[in-house]
Nanobody, 121 residues
Framework: QPQASGGGLVQAGGSLRLSCVAS????????MGWFRQAPGKEREFVAG????????YYGDSVKGRVTISRTNAKSTVYLQMNNLEPEDTAVYHC????????????????WGQGTLVTVSS
């Protein structure tokens, strides 16, 4: 399962970089995605990147503030988040799909436990 890390407490306007590692398995043929879930809310698509890195999607609420990237040699995916807002507070999950890049949770069969991001005002 992909494992996310890098969450923490940050002030509004700050930055964080989340990492996702799939230990024991290469992710080079998988589309990778980031979703987040805040308390009492549904899962929300944040960003996704195709296996080659050639196609990238961003959720509307984070577009312009986050950047997704991947290093297949290290089986690692990153999510750089800038200008964070209190509304970005959520558990961020790294996900993987052995198919086309998608934006819906059901399109990603593999989910990690997530990392908590808390943005204070």
């Amino acid at each position: 399962q992909p494992q996310a890390s890098g969450g923490g407490l940050v002030q509004a306007g700050g930055s964080l970089r989340l990492s996702c590692v799939a230990s024991g398995r290469s992710i080079s043929t998988y589309a990778m995605g980031w979703f987040r879930q805040a308390p009492g809310k549904e899962r929300e698509f944040v960003a996704g990147i195709s296996w080659s890195g050639g196609t990238i999607y961003y959720g509307d609420s984070v577009k312009g503030r986050v950047t997704i990237s991947r290093t297949n040699a290290k089986s690692t995916v990153y999510l750089q988040m800038n200008n964070l807002e209190p509304e970005d507070t959520a558990v961020y999950h790294c996900t993987a799909a052995n198919g086309p890049l998608g934006v819906l949770p059901f399109e990603y069969p593999f989910w990690g436990q997530g990392t908590l991001v808390t943005v204070s005002s």
